[in-house]
């Protein structure tokens, strides 16, 4: 599975982006998707997933600002970030879980900076 995100960028405290993610290889096998980021020194965080059924879950420090949601038919998870805090900005990550095939996939990375 090879995952590619996009929508990353300079954005002020307060704004909003929208972050996707295409999926292309045997996605079939992709279970979860989800949303990781990490800055320099920290270790990677959940930010976001969501289930191929599309229960969802969120870190406490984006709940009720961001929203992670799935095309299926199309392989792309995305997630909208609104109300950005300067807090907010790291490297986000797009992870696939194929763990029943004993997989986990992730992309590059997508740099998402907010100014205060």
């Known amino acids: 599975v090879h995952l590619v995100e996009s929508g990353g960028g300079l954005v002020q405290a307060g704004g909003s982006l929208r972050l996707s993610c295409a999926a292309s290889?045997?996605?079939?096998?992709?279970?979860?998707m989800g949303w990781y980021r990490q800055t320099p020194g920290k270790e990677r965080e959940l930010v976001a997933v969501?289930?191929?059924?599309?229960?969802?879950n969120y870190a406490d420090s984006v709940k009720g600002r961001f929203t992670v949601s799935r095309d299926n038919a199309k392989n792309t998870l995305y997630l909208q970030m609104n109300s950005l805090k300067p807090e907010d900005t790291a490297v986000y990550y797009c992870?696939?879980?194929?763990?029943?095939?004993?997989?986990?996939?992730w992309g590059k990375g997508t740099l998402v900076t907010v100014s205060s």
């Open positions: 290889g045997d996605t079939i096998c992709i279970s979860a």
């Open positions: 969501i289930t191929s059924g599309g229960s969802t």
């Open positions: 992870n696939a879980d194929c763990s029943n095939w004993g997989l986990n996939y």
